[in-house]
């Protein structure tokens, strides 16, 4: 992203978004996540890999499926599935896998377990989290639904109960063309102003 032409308020630029002080106050099952994640200390535990918790718990906009996405950033793979594989082999439910690279994606290794009750999913890959597609897509939405408003929001939340996924719920709506996911990142680098012409609202 091209933080240069940022000029977004407080709670919608990027520096919002790290811990887990949005996470608690984002709903209910946000804040027992951000509960989960202090009392396991599961961000200190991935302190060195620089994480982020992004997805819809941050937003306030998911779903009772819904878990706690973790962002990593890893200069190896190997190496940092062996933590993993130590650090929380011991949780139910662990797993471990590699995903292979995509046009889009670099290689990466996806952690899943249950931490007391809630799925927590580290997605780990060689860029920063912040430079991700999942932590600018939850930058970008949590600005769409600042501007459209709760109605927006739960029409999002009806659209993944059918099991459609948040990218392309947000783009179903917004009548994005193309590829949902780099459809939204496209947003990333707009001003207030800039997103609400492309939303066709009149300002916020």
Same mark, same amino acid.
């Given at each position: 992203?091209?933080?240069?032409?940022?000029?977004?308020?407080?709670?919608?630029?990027?520096?919002?978004? @790290?811990? *887990?002080?949005? $996470?608690?106050?984002? #709903?209910?099952?946000? =804040?027992?996540?951000?509960?989960?994640?202090?009392? /396991?200390?599961?961000?200190?535990?991935?302190?060195?890999?620089?994480?982020?918790?992004?997805?819809?718990?941050?937003?306030?906009?998911?779903?009772?499926? @819904?878990? *706690?996405?973790? $962002?990593?950033?890893? #200069?190896?793979?190997? =190496?940092?599935?062996?933590?993993?594989?130590?650090? /929380?082999?011991?949780?139910?439910?662990?797993?471990?896998?590699?995903?292979?690279?995509?046009?889009?994606?670099?290689?990466?290794?996806?952690?899943?377990?249950?931490?007391?009750?809630?799925?927590?999913?580290?997605?780990?890959?060689?860029?920063?989290?912040?430079?991700?597609?999942?932590?600018?897509?939850?930058?970008?939405?949590?600005?769409?639904?600042?501007?459209?408003?709760?109605?927006?929001?739960?029409?999002?939340?009806?659209?993944?109960?059918?099991?459609?996924?948040?990218?392309?719920?947000?783009?179903?709506?917004?009548?994005?063309?193309?590829?949902?996911?780099?459809?939204?990142?496209?947003?990333?680098?707009?001003?207030?102003?800039?997103?609400?012409?492309?939303?066709?609202?009149?300002?916020?």
């Amino acid at each position: 992203m091209n933080q240069t032409v940022m000029d977004w308020a407080e709670g919608l630029d990027t520096q919002s978004f @790290s811990g *887990i002080g949005r $996470l608690a106050t984002a #709903s209910p099952k946000g =804040a027992q996540a951000a509960d989960i994640l202090d009392r /396991f200390q599961i961000l200190e535990c991935l302190v060195d890999y620089g994480p982020e918790v992004v997805g819809t718990l941050p937003l306030g906009i998911e779903i009772a499926t @819904s878990d *706690i996405d973790i $962002l990593c950033n890893v #200069s190896g793979l190997d =190496a940092f599935g062996l933590f993993a594989d130590h650090a /929380f082999g011991g949780f139910a439910g662990y797993t471990r896998h590699r995903r292979d690279a995509t046009d889009h994606v670099g290689a990466a290794v996806v952690v899943r377990f249950e931490c007391d009750g809630l799925p927590i999913e580290i997605f780990a890959t060689d860029r920063q989290a912040r430079e991700q597609y999942g932590f600018v897509h939850m930058l970008v939405e949590a600005r769409i639904l600042h501007i459209m408003g709760d109605g927006f929001a739960r029409k999002i939340q009806d659209l993944k109960q059918t099991g459609i996924k948040t990218e392309p719920a947000f783009a179903s709506l917004l009548r994005l063309d193309g590829d949902p996911y780099l459809a939204l990142a496209k947003l990333a680098d707009l001003s207030p102003s800039e997103l609400c012409g492309r939303l066709g609202v009149s300002g916020i």
